[in-house]
């Protein structure tokens, strides 16, 4: 099977834009989780989602969000982009009738705030 | 609350040794699962080994093995036998028993000399 993707692996916006992140799931899971890896906060959860409800959420403000799609795909939006939203995003996907429940990972996706 | 603690910011071990990266938990659930990734410089997180609070061995996969101490809240990686492309930062995790995400550890930077 193929591994979780991420779209784009790198992108680079200015303060106040906008961004969308993409994110397609190990085929078959329908758990869809998103974190936050910063150097100072280190790996923080965001939200996840499983059959296109978010189910958990994290402490982050409103500007981030997400959505998941009929085929388990998930995107996540952040606006109003700060200076301390550059940051490592990355997404994981989980079969939920896993003998662990283990949570695989992208490559993630980099974002830079100018 | 639940928390990681990884005490270790950087080891060092030579090629052919093993190695421990140390973790201590907290958590008042009876019912946790423990993790340990490994995170390359290109940022993918892998999943390596897993303990559930009531495994009564401790876990083993590969040069990979959990030295899992209930008592102690501790759940050590041991690492045989390092080879260089072990080199990578190594993270702690425990999955929250109420919402199912990963709270990660601040990670150990292994560094493999030959």
């Known amino acids: 099977k193929a591994g979780v993707t991420q779209t784009p692996r790198y992108l680079i916006k200015t303060r106040g834009q906008q961004v969308t992140l993409s994110c397609s799931p190990i085929s078959g899971h329908r758990s869809v989780s998103w974190y936050q890896q910063t150097p100072g906060q280190g790996l923080q959860f965001l939200f996840e989602y499983f059959s296109e409800t978010q189910r958990n959420k994290g402490n982050f403000p409103g500007r981030f969000s997400g959505r998941q799609f009929s085929n388990s795909r998930s995107e996540m939006n952040v606006s109003t982009l700060e200076l301390g939203d550059s940051a490592l995003y990355l997404c994981a996907s989980k079969d939920t009738a896993g003998t662990y429940n283990e949570q695989f990972f992208g490559p993630g996706t980099r974002l830079t705030v100018l | 609350a639940q928390k990681i603690t990884q005490t270790q910011p950087g080891m060092f071990v030579q090629e052919k040794e093993a190695v421990t990266l140390d973790c201590t938990y907290d958590?008042?659930?009876?019912?946790?699962?423990l993790f340990w990734y490994k995170q390359p410089s290109s940022g993918e997180m892998i999943f390596l080994i897993y303990?559930?609070?009531?495994?009564?061995q401790n876990a083993t996969e590969g040069r990979y093995s959990l030295n899992f101490q209930k008592a102690r809240k501790s759940a050590n990686l041991v690492i045989s036998a390092s080879q260089l492309g072990d080199s990578a930062m190594y993270f702690c995790a425990m999955r929250d028993h109420n919402t199912d995400k990963l709270i990660f550890g601040t990670g150990t930077r292994l560094q493999v000399f030959p």
């Open positions: 958590t008042s659930d009876p019912s946790y699962g």
């Open positions: 303990q559930g609070s009531y495994d009564q």
